[in-house]
């Protein structure tokens, strides 16, 4: 008997390798390439009109379906931004959440039900505002509202919203790259493999560092390699912090993550020296509306960030927060792009 479960996992791997039931849904595939042509073409063409903000916009996307790492870039780049005189905002599409009418805007300590948990991870870690409207031009129309201070505005996620003009996409992949490179249903990609020929960088996360020395360059699109530097843990009942080496070789530690990739998190943390008792791979954006950590029996469970904004209701001491910061292969890459959006925006 085939479980959803199984035939979710033969997916998996045959959107990164091939196959036959990749094959048998080629048709589809076609219907998604004709759509997203078609879409493509009515914004270039101006039958569908684009939003222009009057601030420069930077899009964060993916052309591979589900989690790349996007959050930590958006992050890194706001404050990237920010280093070099910018007042940068974010708009988000609000995963998960319902949103009817007006845009949500917010800034500092927001609730993860009402903005999305990414939106509400990024506006803790950078204090920039936040809105969030599945329509991102009405999200940066709420933003310049409520901040007319915001001179950039950073979308998390949005590569394929073209109703929100952009000056400056961003792609970010991982080690699967384009995988079988078919579309979706019978591959992983939201629009053609081709379309990273079109973008101005692509950052390819790679998990944690591989020793490789720094490169710069003005090729287009610009390819730089990302990191992601765990730091200090913080308890997310008590907020006491401690540092991660302080996990390696103890007993009875275990992991959880509901992000789109959880094993890289898993890991991060092997890397680290840390071994683990217990894994716990989750749906991405899990909504922790009851807890998913009663049958494990280690003392202490780390879990990401993007999980942690959910986790504080759950009241069980022994969840630890394990933040990370993105690391670049191009020590330009943020004094490129400042440069960049300086220059006029295109007609």
């Known amino acids: 008997m085939t479980t959803p479960r199984s035939s979710a996992s033969l997916l ?14 080629l048709p589809l595939s076609a219907l ?35 989690g790349t790492g996007k959050t930590p870039m958006v992050i890194a780049t706001v404050e990237g931004l920010r280093a070099r005189g910018y007042t940068p905002g974010v708009v988000s599409r609000g995963y998960g959440v319902k949103i009817d009418g007006h845009a949500r805007v917010g800034t500092g300590a927001l609730e993860a039900a009402r903005f999305g948990d990414e939106p ?34 950073v979308s998390d996620d949005g590569l394929q919203h073209l109703a929100l003009a952009r000056d400056i996409e961003i792609v970010v992949q991982d080690e699967r790259g384009v995988g079988n490179g078919r579309l979706l249903p019978a591959g992983p990609l939201r629009e053609p493999a081709s379309r990273l020929k079109d973008v101005d960088v692509v950052v390819t996360n790679i998990g944690t560092a591989d020793g490789r020395p720094p490169v710069t360059g003005s090729a287009r699109p610009r390819q730089v390699r990302m990191w992601l530097e765990p730091g200090e843990t913080r308890q997310i009942e008590g907020g006491g912090t401690r540092p991660l080496s302080a996990y390696a070789g103890q007993p009875r530690i275990a992991a959880a993550a509901g992000i789109g990739n959880p094993e890289r998190f898993f890991a991060t943390l092997r ?56 690391a670049f292969s191009d020590p330009q890459l943020f004094d490129w792009m400042a440069k960049a959006l300086r220059q006029p925006a295109p007609a």
């Open 12 to 25: 998996a791997r045959q959107w990164q390798h091939g196959g036959w039931l990749s094959s048998l849904l």
């Open 32 to 66: 998604t390439a004709w759509a997203v042509a078609r879409k493509r073409r009515q914004y270039l063409d101006g039958t569908r009109p684009a939003y222009r903000a009057p601030v420069p916009v930077v899009v964060v996307g993916n052309v591979y379906v589900g």
């Open 120 to 153: 509400a991870l990024i506006a803790r870690a950078t204090g920039a505002p936040v809105s969030v409207h599945p329509k991102r031009a009405l999200a940066a129309q709420a933003l310049l509202q409520a901040h007319p201070e915001v001179d950039v505005i």
């Open 271 to 326: 890397a680290a020296g840390i071994a683990l008792d217990a894994t716990l791979p989750l749906p991405d954006h899990h909504d922790y509306a009851e807890s998913p950590f009663q049958a494990i029996t280690a003392e202490t469970i780390l879990v990401t960030s993007k999980d942690a904004i959910k986790c504080a209701a759950l009241h069980d001491a022994r969840l630890w927060e394990v933040p990370v910061q993105a």
